[in-house]
C-alpha cells in the first residue's frame, strides 16, 4: 500500500472514484501551462490509437504552480469520441491533479505518482515531463508498450540528439553505469520513461526516498534501482530531443549533483550488486539505440578551458586529497597550454572518474563538495571532446563512445583497488 501520509484527502478520494486502471500517465509540474497543452494532445492521440480499450489516467502531480498549470491539464478537452484518425475512445480517460506537500521538489512529484500508480493497482506507467519538446504519440506508446506487451519493468528513453547535447550521460553515466552494472542502458539520467506498476510498489516501499542523494536525483536513482535489482528492463527509441539538458551551460554542477551524485550514492550503498560484475551486455532495445543530429550549436571552448584551468589551478589542495598522484600530474599537465590542444584522454577521464567514487565512498570531504569540484574536471573532458569530435561523423561518435566504455571497463580492477584503498 502506499505511503497514505503523501496524499492528500481531496486527491485520495478522487482516486479511489476511479478505481483500478490498466495505464496510469504521471506528469510532474511546476509553472508549465505554456508547454503542457502538446503533451496533451500526444496522450490523446497515444490512447485512441493503441490503448483505446483501456483504462486510462492522467496524474498530474504539481508543486503549487501560479501560472495555472493544473487547471490548463484538467479544463483541457480531452476527445472521448473520435481522434484525428477516425479511432473511437471506448473509455473515460481520467484526469486528476494533486498538490503535494511542500517545496517544488522532483522527488515529492515522482513519489506522489508512484504512491497513486500503487493505490490504483497500474499495470503500466510512464512519466513525462511537460518540458520536453517533440513529444508525440508514439513517445507515449513506446514507454508503455514494453510494460503493458511485454512484461518488462523498466523503460529507458532513447533519443535523437545534437551531437553536442547530452555530454554527461555520453561521457560519464552511460559508460560508468555499463561497467558498473553490467548492462548497456544509455539514458540513467531520464525526464521521461516507463515502469510496471509492480516496479512502482517497490520503488514507492524502499527506504531511501529521505536520503538526499534521492531526492535530488529520483528518477536516476529508478533507473539504477531497476539495474541493481535485477529486474527486467529495456529501451525504447522515442525521438528528437531538445537542447534543454546541455550541461555545458553553469547549470552543470546541479545537473552533475542529480545525476552522477546519485549514482555515486547508488554505488556506495549497494555495493554487492555491480563489485563482481565483468563486461557488459546489452539490453533489448525497440528501435535504434542512438542518432544523431547535425543542427548547429554554440558551443564556447575557450570559456571551458578556462573554467577547467582555473579549477585545477585553485583546487590543488583538495584534487591532492581525491586524485591518485600520477593522475593528478597528468590533469595539471593537460591544463596547461590552450584550449585548442587540449588533450584529455580516455584512460585519464576514467581514472579521474573512478579515484572521484572511491573518494565519496571513503567520505575523503563533503560529499557535495566532491561533486562541486569534479564540475571543472567535467568542463575539461567537455572541451577535449568536442575539438576531438568537431568533423567526426556520427558513426564516428558512437565508434570513440564505444571506445570509452571498453576502456571504463577494462580499468574497472583500478576502481576496485582505489575503492578498497584506506577503507
Known sequence: MPDETILSDDFLHELISVGEVDILIGVPTYNNAATVGPLLRALDDAVLRTFARERVVVVNADGGSRDGTPEALVAQPLDDHQGAHGLIQLRTVHRITAHYRGQPSSA?????????ADLLSAKSCAVLSPTSAHVTAEWIEHLVRPTFRDAFDYVAPLYRRNRHDGLLIRQALYPFGRAAYGRRVRELHAEDFGFSGAFASHCLAHDAWHQHAVQQGPATWMALE????????????LGAKSRSESTTDGDAVSVIQRSAGTMLWCLDTNPASWRDKT????????????EFSDEPARTNKKRLFELFRNGVNELTPILSQILHPETLAAV??????EAGNLRFEDNLWVRVLYDFAASYHRTVISRDHLLQVFTPLYRGRVCSVLGAQRSL????IEQSTEALC???????????????AGS
Not at 515529492?108 to 497513486?116: F, N, V, Y
Not at 571498453?406 to 578498497?420: G, H, M, N
Open 226 to 237: 531497476s539495474l541493481s535489482g535485477g529486474f527486467k528492463v529495456c529501451q525504447a527509441f
Open 108 to 116: 515529492m512529484a515522482l513519489r506522489t505518482i508512484l504512491a497513486a
Open 332 to 337: 595539471q599537465t593537460a591544463a596547461t597550454g
Open 279 to 290: 563486461g557488459s551486455e546489452p539490453v533489448p532495445t525497440f528501435g535504434p539505440d542512438h
Open 393 to 396: 561523423s556520427g558513426e564516428q
Open 406 to 420: 571498453l576502456e571504463f571497463e577494462r580499468l574497472k580492477p583500478y576502481l576496485l583497488e582505489r575503492w578498497e
